[in-house]
Nanobody
Framework: QVQLVESGGGLVQPGGSLRLSCAAS????????MGWYRQAPGKQRELVAA???????NYGGSVKGRFTASRDNAKNTVYLQMNSLKPEDTAVYYC?????????WGQGTQVTVSS
């Protein structure tokens, strides 16, 4: 079992920045892969960033060049730095972890980009 707790969401103006955090209840070295997803109202959940523990990060096309995913192994935490935010980035952002063939989700954190 892996528990994930996201934080850092909120209301930001277009062009602004936010940093999301996702703290895992287990060592992230024991997790096969982690990722950030988002779901806007009326839309399907989509990949934002997939973090492989070999160090590779793959980003969804709409966020490339604006978002950066990273991890802090000592804190069992992954981050999503979001810059140049746009209204279309408004969504609930979810952290995901895959461990031993099972997928775990956090509760989500709301990000709203609006003037």
């Amino acid at each position: 079992q892996v528990q994930l707790v996201e934080s850092g969401g909120g209301l930001v103006q277009p062009g602004g920045s936010l940093r999301l955090s996702c703290a895992a209840s287990v060592s992230i070295f024991s997790i096969n892969a982690m990722g950030w997803y988002r779901q806007a109202p009326g839309k399907q959940r989509e990949l934002v960033a997939a973090i492989a523990f070999g160090g590779t990060v793959n980003y969804g096309g709409s966020v490339k060049g604006r978002f950066t995913a990273s991890r802090d192994n000592a804190k069992n935490t992954v981050y999503l730095q979001m810059n140049s935010l746009k209204p279309e980035d408004t969504a609930v952002y979810y952290c995901n972890a895959v461990k031993d063939g099972f997928s775990f989700w956090g509760q989500g954190t709301q990000v709203t980009v609006s003037s």
